[in-house]
Nanobody, 115 residues
Framework: QVQLVESGGGLVQAGGSLRLSCAAS????????MAWYRQAPGSQRELVAS???????NYADSVKGRFTISRDNNNNLLFLQMNSLKPEDTALYHC?????????WGQGTQVTVSS
């Protein structure tokens, strides 16, 4: 049974940092490209960052230079280090595979950035 469990969100002031975690089970984690998504109220879900099985990363322009995606294949964990947070980063964040091979969504973790 596939399960994705996100954690680490919270309320932070603009300019602050958060580190999100995603625990994956039921998949061959180390073989999969993984990604972080976010969805703000009234907006479409956005692909924020992705990391391939061999560690290559890609970022949305809106987070480039501020967010860092990483992974721990030994423990089936995905991370998103978010620095210099802005109010527009406020959203529900989810981890998953790339858009063409999505798994069932987890509950996500809420990030709220106050100005």
């Amino acid at each position: 049974q596939v399960q994705l469990v996100e954690s680490g969100g919270g309320l932070v002031q603009a300019g602050g940092s958060l580190r999100l975690s995603c625990a994956a089970s039921g998949i061959s984690f180390r073989l999969n490209t993984m990604a972080w998504y976010r969805q703000a109220p009234g907006s479409q879900r956005e692909l924020v960052a992705s990391i391939s099985s061999d560690g290559r990363t890609n970022y949305a322009d809106s987070v480039k230079g501020r967010f860092t995606i990483s992974r721990d294949n030994n423990n089936n964990l995905l991370f998103l280090q978010m620095n210099s947070l802005k109010p527009e980063d406020t959203a529900l964040y989810h981890c998953n595979r790339p858009p063409q091979s999505l798994l069932s969504w987890g509950q996500g973790t809420q990030v709220t950035v106050s100005s």
